[in-house]
């Protein structure tokens, strides 16, 4: 569901997993590298972690410090540009690899 052959539906998975994984980054980097040595590609993984900085646990929290505006815009920003961040990312791998 997330290999080389997942196209758009491993994408928008891994944007809505990156927003509910929640824990510290020194368990979601071991997490992900996991994922990518079974067949996860790059653009998943870079999926996840960008989309990871949303953490929908977290958002009261910010609403309640920054506002309910920049929260939305800001989540809204976040998700909308993950994917293409994560698809820009594995062709910039797999071009170094190639090389």
Not at 7 to 16: C, P
Not at 20 to 29: E, M
Not at 34 to 54: N, P
């Amino acid at each position: 569901m997330v290999g080389q052959e997942s196209g758009w539906s491993g994408l928008l998975l891994a944007a809505v997993c990156g927003t509910i994984l929640i824990g510290p980054a020194y368990i979601i980097f071991p997490l992900l590298m996991s994922l990518h040595q079974q067949g996860a590609r790059w653009a998943v993984i870079a999926t996840v972690l960008a989309a990871y900085t949303v953490k929908i646990p977290m958002i009261p929290l910010e609403v309640l410090f920054l506002g309910w505006k920049f929260s939305l815009v800001r989540g809204m920003l976040t998700i909308l540009f993950a994917i293409p961040m994560g698809l820009l990312l594995e062709k910039l791998m797999t071009q170094n690899k190639q090389h």
